[in-house]
Structures are given as C-alpha cells and as structure tokens.
C-alpha cells in the first residue's frame, strides 16, 4: 500500500453542498479507516461568514450526512477528527488578496505539522478556477519548493472544446499538467476500475474483446429523478455535457483502450487518450441525424404520483430545447473495434436508477440448436450501480428429452465480499490524489478529446435543420425511437435495479 504523506486539503466553496455532502463524509470514512496521514488538516475556505466551530458544526456535529456514522461513536473520536477541521472567510469574493489565507495556512502547517504538502480542492463554479490559480500563484502558494502542491477541479471542465481549452490554458499558466487532478466521481467507482482488471488479467475475456467476436457494445446510464433543484443549471447543460461527455466517454475509453505497457497512471491515461481519439467524429447532418437522438421527459404519473414534466420545472425554460435524454450510436476506427457499433445513453426520469456496460457476443455462425431456442446473444454486463457487480448470460440445455436451451447467469456481486469494504467514490479518489497517484484522473488531452467528438453533435442539434425533440412520458425508457439507432442489432436491454433481473420492460409513449 502507498505511503499518504502529511499534507493540508484546502477547499475552495467549503460553504457548498458539496463539502458536507461528499467530501467530509469521504474523510471521515478514510479516517476512521485510519487511512489519513497522521498529520492532516483540512482548511475550507468561501465567502460565507464562518468560523472554525461554525464550520465544524455545519459539516461535522449537525451534518445530516454524517448523523447515522457518528452517533455510535465516543465523543472524543468524534471530536478528534472535527479538530482537524478550520475555516478561513475570504470576504465578498474569490478574486482577492490570498495572503491572509496563506498567512492562515502557514500556521496551521506549523501547529500540525503538516510539511509544505498542500492539495486545493475547487468546489466551485469552473468560471472561477483560473481566478483561484492565479491568486494562489500571486500569494507564491503554487511553488512546489517546499512540498508538493496540487490542484483538484470538479466538473464541468469547459462548455464546449474551445472553452476547455481555454480552461486548460488559463490552468496551465500558474499550474503545470501534472499538479493538476480533474476529478470524475464516476472512475472512483470499483466497478468502473475492475473493468480493467477483468480485460487485463482474464485470458478468457481478452482475447474475445475484439471486432471478432463482439457484435455491439451498449452502455446505459439511467437516472430515476428529474432535474430536482438543478433546474437552471442543468438548462444551460443538457444530458450529452453533464453525463456523456465526461462520466460516460471515460467509461468508453476503458472498454475501447488497448492494453497499456503498465498499470502505471500515464501509461493507463496514455491509452485512453488514443481510445478517444480513436472515436470516429460524425461531422455531416445525415449521419447525425441516423445516428443520434435527443428527447425530454413529460408529465405523468409515477407510483401514483403525478411527476412534472421537464419544462415545467423550477429554472427550466418553458420553450427548453434541452435534452434530458441523449441516445449516441457510433463507431471507433481502430484495427480492434472496426465495424463494431456502440450505442450509449444516458436520461433522466427513467425506472430505475442504473449504469451498466453490455458486451453483446456475436452468435455462432453454425446455429445447430436455433430450433431449441436459443436465438439471443451472449452477453456480458458489467454493472456499476446499483448492485454492482459482473454477470455473464450463456445458453445452458433444459433438463429432459432433446435439446431445449434457456439462458442462464453466472454472477459476481460486489456486496457478496462481506469482509471487504468498498470504498465510496470520493474517499478513493481522495486518497488517491493525496497520494500522487492519477491514474483516475483525466488529462487535459483526454478532456479535448472527448469535447471533440461531442463537439460537432450539439452544434448539430443546436444549428442543424429539421432537429427533432422527442417526448417521453416520465417514468419509461425513453422515446419509442431510440430503438430505431438499433439497426438490425436488436433493442436496449432495460435493466432493473437488479444485476440479474430480465423484467422486460415495454416503451409506453
């Protein structure tokens, strides 16, 4: 295991929810697994008028994210992980003088010990990172002199190519590449990580992984809320940017990748890089048009219960042309994957909340048993939540005379492991960037490649003629259409909450 080194977590917009909701929790579990460094602190740092018990209280003592995990505990447990917690108020605004913050950190650094090790966490709006990087830069508190510095940035990374771009180079001018951890909650997933260790270390799954015996690959991303508060935000963002273009196009350069030299971060981030740029950018109207397809929810009854439909909802424009549902088929143009489809999509106000990659096999080419039944594909699911785990569906013989075939399940669950604990997302990512480790952190080149191939499809459907916006009721799979995307290769599988469930769900709209 890899030696984490005393060091400071600074975060930038602690006041937000994100701090309470997700971060500290992640520390505490880290702590309480005794994976922190003996010296760390944690200095948040916002606008919000705060002190270090005020904040204390906010994300510790009154936290209803932290309420069931410490209840149990002795008080000076309790106690003992809130002291390593302080506040610093920058005043009215982000862009200010940092020499109060760093006059702050240094004495932290000496009341703890903490060495010149210092990771920035931006938990704020991207508008305002190049803003923080070039003040941390003017107080000297980008040096890496005396320690080691880091910055952590949250998506959304950049609106379109050329805004990430421009990210990349306003970051770049105070920070170098390899400071620098853009943060994807969705690659700190287990699940998301054994999908390289069950193509690289399997003898019988990687030499399968290819055009030869893959017909498609098919990966859903399902949300069962709508936009909830995030109306105004989510306006502006649409399906294709807040979940495909970073959470589920890193998941697709895992499945595409070759394999690496080594388990090395840039030999892993070398590799995706190439699978990205490898994606065949659809540039002309038709092939846009056969190829993509983008729908909203509408109003309907879920449960009993009346649900809103999305221009409805609190933020959103009554005449919104933006996507809730985004549905991509496309191709890769590599020596590995030449001919062989993939289709992705990603939706609000589905059935189930679910993320699942499915590596349909191609069938034999002598069907000796097609009388018998078995006429559907191999599959391999790969399920990253909920119930996650790894199911393989084969064709077994019925008990009894001749040969009839059903299929059957060969799973793995991830909860079966009950002596081994799953770290959440946060705390594995964490604890990987306070350990210089950033093998699940994008790259600035991963980032524009993946903008790139996203790029010319929302110009399509923002500029494009005769663009369709599709209705779903909310509460189904989807518009009827995106089946169509499917071409003689079958339909979605429409998964339940359960990894080994075929429930078979029907469109209704």
Request: proline fraction near 4%; charge should be negative.
């Amino acid at each position: 295991m890899k030696k984490t080194e005393n060091q400071m977590l600074v975060i930038f917009g602690a006041s937000g929810d994100l701090t309470a909701r997700k971060l500290i929790p992640a520390l505490f579990n880290l702590y309480m697994a005794k994976q922190l460094p003996e010296n760390f602190v944690v200095l948040g740092a916002s606008r919000s008028n705060l002190s270090d018990e005020d904040f204390r209280n906010r994300v510790v003592f009154e936290s209803e994210y932290l309420k069931e995990k410490i209840k149990d505990l002795k008080e000076d447990e309790i106690n003992s992980f809130a002291n390593k917690i302080y506040y610093e108020d920058l005043g009215g605004d982000y862009d200010t003088d940092y020499a109060p913050l760093r006059k702050r950190v240094e004495a932290l650094k000496e009341k703890h010990n903490t060495s010149g090790n210092i990771m920035y966490y931006l938990s704020t709006p991207p508008t305002l990172y190049e803003t923080i990087a070039s003040n941390l830069a003017d107080a000297g508190m980008n040096t890496q002199n005396n320690g080691w510095k880091r910055l952590i940035v949250e998506k959304p990374f950049g609106y379109s190519l050329d805004t990430a771009k421009e990210l990349n180079d306003g970051l770049h001018k105070y920070f170098t590449e390899p400071q620098i951890y853009r943060i994807d909650h969705y690659l700190g997933k287990e699940t998301v990580q054994n999908l390289l260790v069950t193509r690289f270390s399997n003898s019988i799954f990687e030499p399968l992984w290819n055009r030869n015996y893959i017909d498609h690959v098919e990966i859903t991303n399902a949300e069962r809320v709508g936009v909830e508060k995030r109306g105004g935000y989510y306006d502006k963002s649409g399906a294709l940017r807040d979940m495909f273009q970073n959470h589920l196009l890193q998941i697709v350069s895992l499945v595409v990748m070759e394999p690496p030299i080594g388990a090395e971060a840039e030999e892993i981030r070398n590799e995706k890089v190439k699978a990205l740029k490898s994606l065949r950018v659809m540039k002309d109207a038709e092939t846009l048009h056969e190829n993509t397809i983008r729908a909203q929810y509408v109003s309907s009854v879920v449960d009993g219960k009346p649900v809103k439909g999305y221009r409805e909802e609190d933020g959103v424009d009554p005449n919104s042309t933006t996507e809730t549902f985004a549905a991509i088929k496309f191709y890769v143009d590599n020596w590995r994957w030449h001919g062989v489809p993939f289709y992705v999509r990603t939706a609000k106000r589905m059935p189930t909340k679910v993320t699942e990659i499915v590596i349909h096999f191609k069938q034999p080419h002598h069907q000796i048993f097609s009388e018998a039944g078995m006429q559907r594909d191999n599959k391999l699911v790969i399920r990253i939540q909920p119930d996650e785990g790894i199911l393989i569906k084969f064709g077994v013989k019925v008990p009894g005379q001749g040969f009839r075939v059903e299929r059957a399940n060969l799973d793995f669950y991830y909860s079966s492991l009950a002596e081994t604990y799953v770290m959440d997302a946060y705390e594995r990512l964490l604890l990987d960037a306070m350990q210089g480790d950033a093998t699940l952190y994008a790259r600035a080149d991963e980032v524009e490649a993946a903008w790139e191939f996203v790029d010319p499809i929302l110009n399509y459907w923002k500029e494009g003629k005769d663009v369709r916006m599709y209705g779903y009721a909310a509460g189904v799979w989807g518009p009827e259409n995106s089946d169509e995307l499917f071409d003689g290769h079958g339909f979605w599988r429409n998964p339940s909450e359960n990894l080994a469930d075929d429930p078979g769900y029907c469109v209704i709209c």
